[in-house]
């Protein structure tokens, strides 16, 4: 999970993989998926708890439907 | 009481001491340090650690309990270095945990120094709260050759 100057920097990286070529997205927008909850609530003194918490399942679960699959063969 | 675990309360607890340590410090505590702040037996702090970095996720020095990552920080340099107010000394656990340093870090501005593994020339990024404040260069992406977490069956988000 790695950072490049561009789309074209990290299409050239050793380890590209063009099964995930869909991943390559602007800092912006992955800046947004790690704005989820599950980040923010990092300094909560009860964050585990919350993971638990029908808060953090449902933050959770948003989380889990936003990142990236690898591409079908 | 979690299933096979330490009691929830407890990994709040831990959890937290964590967190604030490496928040203030950009250092880790010894699960020695880690029992007295907790007055808890220091085998059940070790334990505890361990338990602890399987949740969050991050991972010990391999073969050690010594803290190596605990998100969004790496203990261990990488190549996102992270400044805070112009303090410097955390690394973040990978370059899209770097755009999470922000939240433990209220009201202050966040820069995340980093060369381009394609490359090796510097990107920078700042952030404030919800705001990305600049990116050098602009055009400055995200990436991950597999899937965030790790297979379905061990993905860490839990």
């Not at chain 1, 390559?24 to 992955?30: F, G, L, N, R, T």
């Not at chain 2, 969050?56 to 270095?81: H, K, V």
Request: charged share 25%.
């Amino acid at each position: 999970m790695n950072l490049f100057r561009s789309e074209a920097h990290a299409r050239r990286w050793d380890g590209f993989n063009p099964k995930m070529a869909h991943a390559i997205k602007p800092i912006a927008e992955w800046a947004d998926t790690f704005a989820n909850p599950f980040f923010r609530e990092r300094g909560r003194a009860d964050y585990i708890s919350w993971t638990r918490s029908d808060d953090g399942v449902a933050a959770f679960r948003a989380l889990r439907s936003s990142l990236p699959l690898p591409a079908d063969d | 009481m979690t299933d096979d675990g330490a009691p929830l309360q407890l990994l709040d607890r831990g959890y937290r001491a964590i967190m604030r340590q490496v928040v203030e410090t950009a250092t880790a505590p010894h699960f020695t340090a880690l029992a007295a702040e907790l007055a808890i037996p220091v085998e059940q702090a070790r334990q505890l650690s361990h338990e602890l970095v399987s949740i969050t996720p991050g991972w010990m020095a391999p073969e050690t309990d010594l803290f190596a990552s605990f998100p969004p920080f790496n203990l261990q340099p990488t190549q996102y270095r992270v400044t805070v107010d112009g303090v410097g000394g955390w690394y973040a656990q990978c370059g899209l945990e770097a755009t999470a340093v922000r939240w433990l870090f209220p009201g202050k501005t966040i820069r995340v120094e980093a060369p381009c593994l394609c490359c090796g020339e510097v990107m920078v990024v700042e952030m404030h709260d919800e705001e990305i404040v600049a990116t050098e260069p602009a055009e400055i992406v995200g990436y991950t050759s597999d899937v965030i977490g790790g297979s379905a069956e061990s993905r860490p988000f839990r």
